[in-house]
């Protein structure tokens, strides 16, 4: 299953190009990749027990730290139903997220 979110504000068409979340299940891990235009600038990978997620990876490229990228996935699972726990290995960064 392949999932395709676009955000983007009014002006942002003609501006720069749209941010893609795109999200595909393989076997028992759901996978988040987040794109603008033709960079990768997010990773996200999840276990999957049902409908429950465990955060097992989650990469942004620097220059776009800071920006609320991983909480729009968080927010796009839940409204998904899916319902994530935290990690062994969580930061302190991404403490908040759950």
Do not use: W
């Not at 002006?11 to 794109?35: A, H, S």
């Not at 990690?87 to 908040?96: E, I, L, V």
């Amino acid at each position: 299953m392949k999932i395709t979110e676009i955000t983007e504000g009014i002006l942002d068409r003609f501006i720069k190009p749209k941010m893609e979340f795109n999200f595909e299940i393989q076997g028992e891990e759901l996978y988040c990749d987040v794109t603008l235009g033709n960079k990768r600038v997010a990773g996200f990978t999840f276990d999957m027990i049902g409908d429950d997620l465990e955060a097992q990876d989650m990469s942004v490229s620097p220059e776009y730290r800071g920006q609320g990228i991983a909480k729009r996935v968080y927010d796009m699972l839940k409204a998904k139903d899916y319902r994530i726990h935290r990690s062994q290995h969580q930061t302190d960064d991404g403490a908040h997220l759950d």
